[in-house]
């Protein structure tokens, strides 16, 4: 994922609010050659359209509830707790601006996720993980949100 430290919204323990830290362990990260670029997968087309959800629902463009099929019940409640304290909303109620999108595969069913966000004249780092997750009502797999890190 994104490896500069950022406001990690997704952790264990008890709810004291946002912390800094990775969404995965000190394991995860992977370091880059220096100068590599961010990667995408042929997925991206997939990751791009659940971003562009999670900031309309973030910013308060889109109601909180329709991620609540699309995300585990941890992510949900950061999701919650994020869109209350309206740190996403640009000036003029206008609708954030999304922009580049990156995700990487480092598992078969699993999508990890950056992208930058617009809003007003800054600009704002989102990175979430993607698992996908059989459901018994549904023949093929759901994309559902396992992990969430804000910058702001």
Do not use: I
Not at 68 to 80: C, K, N
Not at 133 to 149: G, I, K, Q
């Amino acid at each position: 994922m994104v490896e500069t430290s950022m406001q990690s919204v997704h952790h264990a323990g008890p709810r004291t609010g946002v912390r800094v830290g990775r969404v995965h362990g000190v394991t995860a990260a992977r370091p880059r050659a220096c100068g590599s670029a961010p990667t995408r997968t042929r997925d991206n087309a997939l990751a791009g359209h659940y971003a562009r959800r999670l900031v309309e629902v973030l910013s308060g463009h889109r109601v909180c509830d329709q991620l609540a099929a699309l995300t585990t019940d941890e992510v949900f409640d950061d999701v919650r707790t994020l869109v209350k304290r309206r740190l996403l909303r640009a000036p003029g109620d206008a609708l954030p601006v999304l922009g580049r999108v990156f995700d990487a595969s480092p598992a078969p069913g699993v999508l990890e996720v950056t992208a930058t966000v617009g809003v007003g004249d800054r600009v704002e780092l989102l990175a979430f993980r993607l698992e996908q997750h059989r459901s018994p009502r549904r023949p093929e797999p759901v994309w559902r949100f396992t992990a969430l890190e804000t910058r702001w």
